[in-house]
T-cell receptor, first 113, second 117 residues
Framework: KQEVTQIPAALSVPEGENLVLNCSFTDSAIYNLQWFRQDPGKGLTSLLLIQSSQREQTSGRLNASLDKSSGRSTLYIAASQPGDSATYLC????????????FGIGTKLQVIP | GAVVSQHPSRVICKSGTSVKIECRSLDFQATTMFWYRQFPKQSLMLMATSNEGSKATYEQGVEKDKFLINHASLTLSTLTVTSAHPEDSSFYICSCRPVRGGSYEQYFGPGTRLTVT
């Protein structure tokens, strides 16, 4: 059974700081890994998707890496802004079948102006 | 493109009543739709997977007679919470997988907040 863990559970940083969010998963037989953002009481916004054959993806100030063999992914946020405050979810899609997605519990980020 | 809507966004109902939540893919057709729920301070958990025109596949521990799923068309799936109780209060999110050869991308709806009083 795939388990996804995100560390830390919560993070508070001053504006402008660079930060790293961590995600680990137990089963390396994944199809892809995706990072989402969730604002309070809202749905999910997809940030970055990394296929199992890829090592990283970049979008603006965000960079996500994937080390499938060790079961780890990181989301790097450069020059954080108050608008980045949200919960960040890591989701792993397994290979085969319906390609079930397993989510981590998320990291709640607060960027202080 | 790839927009998914849910209706309603929020609903409050009394214990014992039934509530229907709609999930629509607005600009694409979805072979498969997924229903998730999220309790406070917990992760999203897959409830069931539905394919158009066939019965839904429920995850272990999810009561299929309580959470009725209908995937009547390639653009609409509904989740009906029957005889709702306060413990069913949660955030319900659907996702849709497009009818595209080889693509397993899922697009998520904005979610529905259900409160049962």
């Amino acid at each position: 059974k795939q388990e996804v863990t995100q560390i830390p559970a919560a993070l508070s940083v001053p504006e402008g700081e660079n930060l790293v969010l961590n995600c680990s998963f137990t089963d390396s037989a994944i199809y892809n890994l995706q990072w989402f953002r969730q604002d309070p009481g809202k749905g999910l916004t997809s940030l970055l998707l990394i296929q199992s054959s890829q090592r990283e993806q970049t979008s603006g100030r965000l960079n996500a890496s994937l080390d499938k063999s060790s079961g780890r992914s990181t989301l790097y946020i450069a020059a954080s802004q108050p608008g980045d405050s949200a919960t960040y979810l890591c989701a792993v899609r397994i290979s085969g079948g319906y390609q079930k997605v397993t989510f981590g519990i998320g990291t709640k980020l607060q960027v202080i102006p | 493109g790839a927009v998914v809507s849910q209706h309603p966004s929020r609903v409050i109902c009394k214990s014992g009543t039934s509530v229907k939540i709609e999930c629509r893919s607005l600009d694409f057709q979805a072979t498969t739709m997924f229903w998730y729920r999220q309790f406070p301070k917990q992760s999203l958990m897959l409830m069931a997977t539905s394919n158009e025109g066939s019965k839904a596949t429920y995850e272990q521990g999810v009561e299929k007679d309580k959470f009725l799923i209908n995937h009547a068309s390639l653009t609409l799936s509904t989740l009906t919470v029957t005889s709702a109780h306060p413990e069913d209060s949660s955030f319900y999110i659907c996702s849709c997988r497009p009818v595209r050869g080889g693509s397993y991308e899922q697009y998520f709806g904005p979610g529905t907040r259900l409160t049962v009083t």
